[in-house]
């Protein structure tokens, strides 16, 4: 029995509406939040306002706005005693449900079954209620029914080294030193023997990766791609230095419009091996 849902990233308003938020109402689910990124959320909403039944009485919407695109793609569900949160590369669309190849991470929490996990949906809710701190009270209000339901998901219970929640500040601030600043802290000491980057999206003349390369020390380095992605002159010096490139083949093919939508890095090491992605 759903109690509570939010969703973090952007939204395909109408497709959440009339499919999503319908079988969470079916399925008891009636506090629900979706929390988007401010630009993509404006133009969403111009166009399909007309079309909205239920914003503001079955569900609401909190828009971050910032310098640089909201990104991230959480959805937390939660009730009295359990919980489950699903992170990964979909946004709330038709195209991510239906067509697009995506990577999704799914952790479960019940107090009946121990403790496993119950600090990864601490991490993901404190992180949460930074992202709303300046949310208007209404919306306010909802969040603390989720805690005042959910008493269990403000203690994180014990630690453990398989699964960590990493977030990352919504600025432009030396984001790319962050990032690398949460992997050193992710694999200590360890060397990287290989890094395999699975994207749809890179910088065209590679950027990113001639940064990690230069801050990790990493000779190896292995890109997939979708079929078709071209990159310009400027990563010529970078795919001649250790790095090669494979082109995404789906092996379902299952229809025209299927392409990869996933985001991973793995991350080969002299203590062992490592997988971020979201």
């Keep these: 029995h759903i109690r509570s849902w939010s969703k973090l990233e952007f939204v395909n308003i109408k497709f959440y509406e009339s499919i999503v938020w319908m079988r969470l109402c079916t399925n008891g689910c009636l506090n629900n939040m979706i929390i988007v990124d401010g630009g993509q959320y404006d133009q969403s909403l111009l166009q ?63 107090e009946g079954d121990g403790e496993d996990y119950r600090y990864l949906f601490k991490d993901c809710w404190d992180y949460i209620k930074r992202v709303t701190k300046d949310a208007p009270p209404f919306l306010k209000g909802q969040l603390d029914q989720l805690e005042d339901t959910t008493p269990w998901i403000q203690n994180s219970g014990p630690r453990k080294d398989d699964f960590s929640f990493i977030s990352f500040p919504h600025s432009q601030d030396d984001l790319n030193n962050k990032v690398i600043e949460s992997i050193s802290a992710v694999i200590g000491s360890a060397r990287i023997k290989e890094l395999t980057a699975l994207s749809p999206f890179f910088d065209r003349d590679l950027r990113s990766i001639r940064f990690f390369k230069e801050k990790l020390g990493v000779k190896k380095v292995n890109l997939i791609i979708n079929p078709g992605m071209v990159f310009d002159n400027a990563a010529k010096p970078i795919l001649k230095d250790g790095v090669k490139v494979f082109q995404f083949d789906d092996p379902i093919k299952k229809n025209s419009h299927s392409v990869l939508h996933a985001k991973a890095i793995y991350l080969s090491t002299t203590d062992g091996d490592f997988i971020l992605c979201g």
């Design 48 to 110: 399909e306002k007309s079309t909205l039944d239920h914003l503001g009485k079955g569900y609401t919407i909190l828009p971050i706005h910032g310098l640089t695109a909201f990104h991230p793609k959480i959805i937390l569900l939660t009730n009295k005693h359990s919980g489950k949160i699903i992170i990964g590369s979909a946004n709330m669309t038709a195209a991510a449900f239906m067509h697009n190849r995506e990577l999704i991470n799914e952790f479960v929490f019940d």
